[in-house]
Nanobody, 124 residues
Framework: QSQLEESGGGSVQPGGSLRLSCTASGFSLEHYVVGWFRQAPGKEREGVLCISPSGRNTYYADSVKGRFYISRDKEKNTVYLDLSNLQPEDTAIFYC?????????????????WGRGAQVTVSV
């Protein structure tokens, strides 16, 4: 069920920025909560951000507040993750996930549809 696809990953230097995109195929994200998760080498997958269908309810992990920003464009059926002031410890595979709900959740078991992930590498 590859209904979501991430794009925009890459390699940057510390302090750099990236924009990740999550685009759905075969269905509309209009009524879906969309979350971003990441898994760093040797660590468990963690919830990073989430946005409700309306955009009014969001979740930000403490480690990324002020640096990462989530938004959505209904016309393009896409959710964006803007990453700024990236640090080496941010290096991870970033996953986009969706759930048919109205409220955010950082628990990955609540999400039904997942992308394959996008690699973000931060190094000198």
């Amino acid at each position: 069920q590859s209904q979501l696809e991430e794009s925009g990953g890459g390699s940057v230097q510390p302090g750099g920025s990236l924009r990740l995109s999550c685009t759905a195929s075969g269905f509309s994200l209009e009524h879906y909560v969309v979350g971003w998760f990441r898994q760093a080498p040797g660590k468990e997958r963690e919830g990073v951000l989430c946005i409700s269908p309306s955009g009014r309810n969001t979740y930000y992990a403490d480690s990324v507040k002020g640096r990462f920003y989530i938004s959505r464009d209904k016309e393009k059926n896409t959710v964006y993750l803007d990453l700024s002031n990236l640090q080496p410890e941010d290096t991870a595979i970033f996953y986009c996930a969706a759930r048919f709900a109205a409220v955010c959740s950082d628990y990955e078991g609540h999400y039904d549809d997942w992308g394959r992930g996008a690699q973000v590498t931060v190094s000198v």
